[in-house]
């Protein structure tokens, strides 16, 4: 098992940053693939970006590239979702996700969820 506590939404201007945070506790948890997921109103859950645990090799949405980076510390069990350039239309749950198959854009494919931390840019 492994839990997760997502950190660092909040309310931003169009054009603002924000930095969220993800801390993952339980078993092993370092050897997990990582990666963060969105839910906006209305919508399905999407993906944004993914890492896996043992390799410098990002995914990122293309609707994010460019404007959002993940990174994760190992040693500290943390996964990170810098997000720049922000628009209204990233408003958004931002969910945490780990899992010890390959990384998947498919949410379905994903084990362990955190609780979603709400991200919302105003106009």
């Known amino acids: 098992q492994v839990q997760l506590v997502e950190s660092g939404g909040g309310l931003v201007q169009a054009g603002g940053s924000l930095r969220l945070s993800c801390v993952a506790s339980?078993?092993?948890?370092?050897?997990?693939?990582m990666g963060w997921f969105r839910q906006a109103p209305g919508k399905e859950r999407e993906f944004v970006a993914a890492?896996?645990?043992?390799?410098?090799?990002?995914y990122v949405a293309g609707s994010v590239k460019g404007r959002f980076t993940i990174s994760r510390d190992n040693a500290k069990n943390t996964l990170y979702l810098q997000m720049n350039s922000l628009k209204p239309e990233d408003t958004a749950v931002y969910y945490c996700?780990?899992?010890?198959?390959?990384?998947?854009?498919?949410?379905?494919?994903?084990?362990?969820w955190g609780q979603g931390t709400q991200v919302t840019v105003s106009s």
């Open positions: 890492v896996p645990w043992s390799s410098d090799v990002t």
């Open positions: 339980g078993r092993t948890s370092s050897t997990y693939n």
């Open positions: 996700a780990a899992d010890l198959k390959p990384v998947r854009y498919d949410s379905n494919r994903w084990d362990y």
